[in-house]
Nanobody, 127 residues
Framework: VQLQASGGGLVQAGGSLTLSCAAS???????MGWFRQGSGKEREFVGA????????NYDYSVAGRFTISRDNAKNTVYLQMNSLKPEDTAVYYC??????????????????????WGQGTLVTVSS
């Protein structure tokens, strides 16, 4: 599956953005995740959503501010980001991991657990 992330841009601190991750094929059999990479930093986990969308998991740094959702009918995953801070500035990546029935409710937080990656979209938060 090919992933295309979009929706990044420049926003003031305290503002909001919604990122989208569109897949070239059906994502209903994939667990999905969002990661980010700041300048000079390693790629880090932001949040993840299970195959059916009933379970989500977030890094503590974004919990309560960011929300992941998915629309399997549209093959798209979203990352709603509120109360943005300058430290949220990074390139944001979506990722997909194929899962079987036994992992229907599972979420995954490690870069190494994902097989497919989008190209990234830049989010810049000004102070």
């Amino acid at each position: 599956v090919q992933l295309q992330a979009s929706g990044g841009g420049l926003v003031q601190a305290g503002g909001s953005l919604t990122l989208s991750c569109a897949a070239s094929g059906a994502v209903s059999t994939y667990a999905m995740g969002w990661f980010r990479q700041g300048s000079g930093k390693e790629r880090e986990f932001v949040g993840a959503i299970s195959q059916g969308g009933s379970r989500t998991n977030y890094d503590y740094s974004v919990a309560g501010r960011f929300t992941i959702s998915r629309d399997n009918a549209k093959n798209t995953v979203y990352l709603q980001m509120n109360s943005l801070k300058p430290e949220d500035t990074a390139v944001y990546y979506c990722a997909a991991r194929p899962v079987g029935p036994s992992n229907y409710y599972s979420t995954f937080a490690s870069v190494n657990e994902y097989l497919y990656w989008g190209q990234g979209t830049l989010v810049t938060v000004s102070s």
